[in-house]
């Protein structure tokens, strides 16, 4: 068995208790771990990838059991490049983190970013739902610490929310696996495959009910209109950094329904025909209006770039819903490119409203303007999807894809729209933050910067340098992701193609047999 | 039997989804408490339900026995659901204890460097 598999759950979940137990009051300490764990996590990823990229499905059994009476990881090239974009996306905000001193205004804030990553990189890589279950728990417990880290009343308030929400969305993601189990008697994906192929079509009602759970379920993960509501004030409310790193946290909602809905619940199961297609569309047309309509009318660019983070998963599900090969593969694409662009505004946020706060409105320039107002720029073309960016390159995949869709129009219309006006509400923001603060009417504020508490105040400054660096790291994978579109692309037809092949993870999983 | 758990879990899911939508975080955390302890019932009754049996095979003879998974299930689902209240339950007081508000709703313009918002 190769125990690579195994790594990027297992790293994690090492380095986090260490760090709690031994390192607890040893900063630096902390945050040398810190870094070499993500490095160290990088490193794995990028084996893993290597090993998943010549096609094979490889399986790790978790205490040696055979595959469908124990937990299974599985790799292919899908979990491969989930875990190594999470590796890529968690190396600079650690290194964000760092260097603007976030991680000091709260207790264990590197070992909740390992626990973070270990559930992250779980949910990715296992092959049995139940376990998908545990590590959804694992990342959430995680993201509750990260989400009120540094505290505030404002900062709780919206933690309980989330919280709540997402309890609610736990518990019904146990009532869909136990109506899955009541009906199939297993868990593992591979197996409920077979097993659901194997159900006669009068007796699936509530197989059916179990699916369609599931996919709300996995909905409210991906900030699915009308599931989104937990979203804007969460990630507006975190510490900008960790709402960076929840931009993978969308994009776990978003692998577990292709995951699923290609291999169990496959295309060509009657129990759920139609469900991807006629209903995940539509939700996913609407999510990417209205993520729109938010950037647009948002006061606060935390809440814009969190209307942003909506917009690009309406996108996304919208190329994941047409459920076609060459549209999956534009999907896989785009989940590269939105989750950097994604993180790259939350960033740029932070620097804003560390310096001038967050409201859209013009105030006196502040420290280091100009290059914010640059990466604000990029991370908005991105974002956008305008040239030269990948963003550019991802939209015209979808558009692309969504060529012989039977609703093109549709598609092509909320895309195109929706990319306008989520120009012209970056644009605006932009403005309004970068650019009037240099209007002469606009008077400087009277002594303190109206930051958010004392304890925020009383830090040491940030050494923006780090932070800077982090930053134009985000850009330079944005970049590399445009340059090398081509491998790129290459990679996630690939990836598709194994994804609308489910027979060969099957095998894999099952030992061959069935 | 059947309908007794059936009903049980019903009125349980029903009791939490009212509890929820409630404006103030006790009532809704109670709500979550009553959600959960539905669901943990729930998936006790996926593997059908079986009086007096034994949850593990017999090789020796042919007796009854209860699905062991879901029991293993449901022990998991418990621990989880046990903590994820314990943390809400803490981050509810901590949120009520720096803003003196227990409403589970934000004012709308509430942002973390609102000016004023330190209670």
């Not at chain 1, 996590?41 to 096609?55: E, K, N, R, V």
């Not at chain 1, 001038?356 to 502040?366: L, Q, Y």
């Amino acid at each position: 068995m190769n125990h690579w598999i195994v790594a990027p759950i297992v790293l994690p979940a090492i380095l986090a208790p260490f760090i709690i137990m031994v390192l607890r009051y040893h900063l630096d300490l902390q945050r040398i771990f810190s870094i070499a764990g993500v490095v160290g996590l990088l490193g794995i990823a990028l084996t893993i990838t290597a090993q998943a990229s010549g096609g094979d499905i490889q399986v790790y059994e978790l205490g040696d059991w055979p595959a469908p009476f124990g937990i299974v990881l599985v790799l292919d090239k899908l979990s491969a490049m989930m875990v190594l974009l999470t590796a890529l996306l968690a190396l600079p905000i650690v290194l964000y983190a760092i260097g603007s001193g976030w991680d000091e205004r709260g207790k264990h804030f590197h070992a909740l970013f390992h626990f973070q990553l270990m559930g992250v990189c779980g949910a990715f890589l296992t092959g049995d739902a139940f376990n998908l279950f545990v590590f959804f728990e694992v990342l959430l417990i995680a993201s509750y610490g990260l989400m009120t880290h540094g505290g505030g009343a404002v900062r709780l308030k919206a933690g309980v929310q989330y919280v709540a929400y997402n309890l609610i969305g736990s518990t019904l993601f146990l009532f869909a696996l136990g109506t899955i189990y009541g009906v199939t008697g297993t868990l593992n994906m591979a197996d409920l495959a077979v097993r659901v192929a194997e159900i006669p079509p009068e007796d699936t009602a509530l197989l059916r009910v179990g699916a369609v759970l599931l996919l709300l379920v996995f909905c409210i993960k991906a900030a699915v209109l009308p599931l989104h509501f937990w979203l804007p004030a969460s990630y507006a409310n975190a510490p900008l950094p960790v709402a960076a790193l929840f931009a993978i946290m969308t994009k776990v909602g978003a692998y577990s329904i292709l995951r699923v809905y290609t291999l169990a619940f496959g295309p060509d199961v009657a129990v759920t025909d139609g469900l991807i297609g006629d209903w995940l569309q539509p939700a996913a047309l609407l999510t990417l209006a209205v993520g729109t309509i938010g950037i647009l009318g948002s006061n606060h660019i935390a809440r814009m770039v969190a209307f942003c983070a909506i917009a690009s998963m309406g996108t996304l599900l919208i190329a994941i819903s047409l459920f076609s090969e060459t549209a999956t593969a534009a999907a896989l694409y785009y989940i590269f490119h939105s989750t950097l662009a994604t993180a790259l505004l939350f960033l740029v946020a932070d620097m804003v409203m560390e310096r001038r706060g967050g409201a859209i409105e013009p105030k006196a320039p502040m420290a280091q303007n100009g290059l914010i107002a640059a990466l604000f720029f990029v991370g908005a073309i991105a974002l956008a999807g305008m040239p030269p960016l990948s963003g550019f390159i991802g939209k015209l995949l979808v558009l692309d894809a969504s060529r012989d869709a039977p609703d093109a129009t549709a598609v092509w219309a909320v895309i195109l729209i929706g990319s306008f006006v989520t120009i012209v509400g970056l644009a605006r923001a932009g403005t309004l933050i970068f650019w009037k603060s240099y209007d002469a009417a606009i008077t400087p504020p009277p002594t303190e910067e109206t930051d958010d508490d004392a304890q925020i105040s009383s830090t040491p400054e940030p050494s923006p340098g780090l932070a800077f660096a982090s930053v134009f790291g985000v850009v330079a994978g944005l970049a590399l992701l445009t340059i090398f579109a081509g491998p790129a692309l290459t990679y996630a037809s690939g990836t598709a193609a194994q994804l609308f092949t489910p027979d060969d993870y099957i095998s894999a999983v099952l030992g061959g047999e069935e | 039997m059947e309908a007794l758990v059936a009903s049980a879990v019903g009125v349980m899911t029903a009791a939490g989804i009212f509890l929820i939508l409630r404006r103030r975080t006790f009532p809704v955390i109670l709500g979550l408490s009553l959600i959960t302890y539905a669901v943990n019932v729930f998936l006790f009754a996926t593997g059908r339900l079986a009086l007096n049996a034994p949850a593990v095979l017999n090789k020796y003879e042919d007796v009854a026995y209860t699905d062991p998974l879901p029991q293993a299930l449901v022990l998991t689902a418990i621990v989880i659901s046990f903590g994820m209240t314990a943390v809400i339950v803490m981050i509810a007081l901590s949120a009520y204890l720096s803003s003196k508000d227990d409403h589970i709703d934000m004012k709308p313009d509430d942002s973390v460097d609102a000016p004023g918002e330190d209670a």
